[in-house]
T-cell receptor, first 118, second 111 residues
């Protein structure tokens, strides 16, 4: 079974530029998550999709971050304009999200996109 | 917001030694997960716990869901060099349903 795919793996941009990340979840996984992981910290949830709808975007800085999952499969996360403090690893994860099924909500992570803002 | 306190922050041990790390929270969780993250990769699930008191093993790894539902520990027995990495606990809040991660424990194993 293929895992969660993300691209690009690395990105270096200057502040105030725009950047976009792409994620393709595990086939059949209804729920998709975007996390931000700052160096030395655990992942922090930015946004959660259930199929093509947003479930939780309470921690997404909406003035500069946006995300979409138009067809309920792959997703893009965009930052416009980027700030220095956006330098982090952006992780995508997916889960089956079957309530009541043990492991149905277990999240599987992609390799991440490492963003450096100069 | 809700937080998980994971300790220790880092460990440097000799190959063959046993390792123990834990997470505590002021809130009740209904799921505890333990992940390992290698440099340049995303976290990989090691063990998932769904019931208070549950004790689960995965090879040399053993994890337990605390009876109070506010803590969990992970033990690694007879450590080997490939155990090197960052270990994260994650708990799913009973109130919000959100998955919250600890700050991570960095493990170094000296051959």
């Amino acid at each position: 079974e293929a895992g969660v795919a993300q691209s690009p793996r690395y990105k270096i941009i200057e502040k105030r530029q725009s950047v976009a990340f792409w994620c393709n979840p595990i086939s059949g996984h209804a729920t998709l998550y975007w996390y931000q992981q700052i160096l030395g910290q655990g992942p922090k949830l930015l946004i959660q999709f259930q199929n093509n709808g947003v479930v939780d975007d309470s921690q997404l800085p909406k003035d500069r971050f946006s995300a979409e999952r138009l067809k309920g499969v792959d997703s893009t996360l965009k930052i416009q304009p980027a700030k220095l403090e956006d330098s982090a690893v952006y992780l995508c994860a997916s889960s089956l999200n079957v309530p009541g099924l043990a492991g149905g909500e277990t999240q599987y992570f992609g390799p991440g996109t490492r963003l450096l803002v100069l | 917001g809700q937080q998980l306190n994971q300790s220790p922050q880092s460990m440097f041990i000799q190959e063959g030694e046993d390792v123990s790390m834990n997470c505590t929270s002021s809130s009740i969780f209904n799921t505890w997960l333990w992940y390992k993250q290698d440099p340049g990769e995303g976290p990989v699930l090691l063990i998932a716990l769904y019931k208070a008191g549950e004790l689960t093993s995965n090879g040399r790894l053993t994890a337990q869901f605390g009876i109070t539902r506010k803590d969990s520990f992970l033990n690694i027995s007879a450590s080997i060099p490939s155990d090197v990495g960052i270990y994260f606990c994650a708990g799913r809040s009973s109130n919000t349903g959100k998955l919250i991660f600890g700050q991570g424990t960095t493990l170094q194993v000296k051959p």
